[in-house]
């Protein structure tokens, strides 16, 4: 049964991070380790659909081995089991802050949107003068 230790590994570490709002993917970039590393498996962690709003959809949160992204994921927990005890934030308020982060997007992509069809109205009645 070749690899399917290393298939458990995989599914236990896709399902931590889903947990901690991240999905597992392909590094973009390959190893950044140079010659060195390029017999070593990597993989990618990104933000996972809504969670997680103040990073970008397509950037690379970390890119490692199975080891160094169970190392960051357990970090991860741990920082908001830490934030938690020390009664920093707790689920309720990390979900409010998200929500209102993601309204704050909102609001500036329609914003520049409205920006844009002024400037293309503007540019239109400009052409038409001429």
Not at 34 to 41: A, K, Y
């Amino acid at each position: 049964m070749s690899g399917y230790s290393t298939y458990l590994r995989y599914q236990r570490i896709e399902e931590q991070a889903l947990l901690l709002g991240f999905r597992l993917a392909n590094p973009k970039h390959g190893c950044w380790g140079g010659g060195s590393n390029d017999g070593i498996d990597q993989v990618a962690l990104y933000a996972d659909g809504d969670a997680l709003p103040i990073y970008s959809r397509d950037a690379e949160l970390f890119t490692g081995t199975f080891n160094q992204v169970e190392m960051f994921l357990t970090g991860w927990a741990k920082a908001q089991q830490y934030d938690m005890m020390l009664r920093l934030t707790d689920d309720k308020k990390r979900k409010a802050y998200e929500v209102k982060e993601v309204e704050r997007q909102r609001v500036a992509r329609e914003k520049i949107e409205q920006k844009k069809m002024w400037q293309l109205l503007k540019n239109q009645e400009v052409e038409n003068e001429v």
